[in-house]
């Protein structure tokens, strides 16, 4: 079993004791559907896009680099370019996230990838 496994399973061992204990907070993964809906494992039908939370910065499209305006004065400006993170990225279909639930309201918190891809 690899690592990747492994964790899938502690989380999948957490996640079961949480929802017994009836714990208000639940974590677990998801993956992005075509239709941008949320489908996880324990549901049979997809959660739709209309229907669930998303941590604001993986709802926008970012440049590989951003241009700002470091000073202005006498109409004379000084602009520098700062490239964002590697990573940072619009959530798309096929995306295995990590969707947080507080009470009944599922949030994706982050996107995941496999450590061969650091």
């Known amino acids: 079993m690899n690592a990747f496994d492994r964790m899938s399973l502690l989380m999948q061992k957490q996640s079961q004791k949480i929802v017994t204990d009836n714990s208000k907070v639940l974590l677990e993964f998801g993956i992005i559907t075509e239709e941008l809906g949320l489908k996880i494992a324990r549901f049979d039908v997809e959660i739709p896009k209309s229907e669930y939370y998303i941590d604001?910065?993986?709802?926008?499209?970012?440049?590989?680099?951003?241009?700002?305006?470091?000073?202005?004065?006498?109409?004379?400006?000084?602009?520098?370019?700062?490239?964002?993170?590697?990573?940072?990225?619009?959530?798309?279909?096929?995306?295995?996230?990590?969707?947080?639930?507080?009470?009944?309201?599922?949030?994706?918190?982050?996107?995941?990838?496999?450590?061969?891809?650091?």
Request: aromatic letters at 4%; charged letters at 25%; proline letters at 3%.
């Open 56 to 118: 604001k910065r993986l709802s926008i499209d970012y440049d590989s680099k951003k241009t700002v305006t470091t000073s202005s004065k006498n109409g004379h400006t000084h602009s520098v370019d700062i490239p964002l993170t590697d990573g940072i990225a619009k959530i798309k279909s096929g995306d295995m996230v990590l969707v947080c639930w507080v009470d009944n309201d599922p949030i994706i918190v982050s996107v995941l990838t496999g450590s061969e891809n650091m």
